[in-house]
């Protein structure tokens, strides 16, 4: 089992306000990912991070920010929330073993924007 | 553009036999590619790593095969049981400068008692 988590694991929240995802890691890993997943479809890269300091946007379009002011908190940001954020939001880190990268996720929040 | 293709449609199969899945890719030249399996509102959970000089993994009742002159990999799952009924996903490395893993779409299996 690996050591990420997230919270909410369940929000559902009015259009405007708003949000911070939260998503914590104990395995010191440098690399985090935020991905977007609607039930069904394919993960979509939103926003990863390097290591403290350090975030880049993703292969998505996303209105979210993050930020990664310690190595172990990864959090998401969305200022004013829209029924189109409606989604499953995955964090996941990564250790690499020799010269390959293996990710861990965490288990998600659903988010509902009514 | 760079394609990371796995079957939509649903795969089903009776308890006790093998499962197969596909995995199929264009314009990448990964060093190696992973295979992860997903439960419905969970996160993906990594199963196997295969690199470009290996032809075959194993681990337990999984089997991944992995061949860059068709670009595509294997993966097997023999005896199923119908607790590996998930979504299995693919992932590769990305050329882009970042190398980040880029995930296939994914094949659900069900598996029949």
């Known amino acids: 089992e690996a050591d990420i988590y997230q919270t909410p694991r369940y929000l559902v929240i009015g259009t405007g306000k708003k949000i911070t995802l939260e998503c914590s890691q104990t395995?010191?890993?440098?690399?985090m990912y935020w991905y977007q997943q609607d039930p069904g479809m394919e993960l979509h890269l939103i926003h990863y991070s390097y290591g403290v300091n350090s975030t880049e946007k993703g292969d998505l379009s996303s209105e979210s920010t993050v930020s990664r002011i310690r190595t172990e908190h990864f959090p998401l940001t969305l200022e004013s929330a829209r029924p189109s954020h409606t989604s499953q939001y995955l964090c996941a880190s990564s250790e690499w073993r020799g010269d390959a990268e293996t990710q861990y996720f965490g288990p998600g929040t659903r988010l509902l924007v009514l | 553009s760079q394609k990371i293709e796995q079957n939509s449609e649903a795969l089903n199969i009776q308890e006790g036999k093998t499962a197969t899945l596909t995995c199929n890719y264009t314009n990448y030249s990964p060093a190696y590619l992973q295979w992860y399996r997903q439960d419905p509102g969970r996160g993906p959970v990594f199963l196997l790593l295969i690199r470009e000089n290996e032809k075959e993994k194993r681990k337990e009742r999984l089997k991944v095969t992995f061949d860059t002159t068709l670009k595509q990999s294997l993966f097997h799952i023999t005896a199923s049981q119908p607790a590996d009924s998930a979504t299995y996903l693919c992932a590769l490395v990305g050329d882009t400068g970042r190398r980040a893993l880029t995930f296939g779409s994914g094949t659900r299996l069900q598996v029949q008692p």
């Open positions: 395995m010191g890993h440098d690399k």
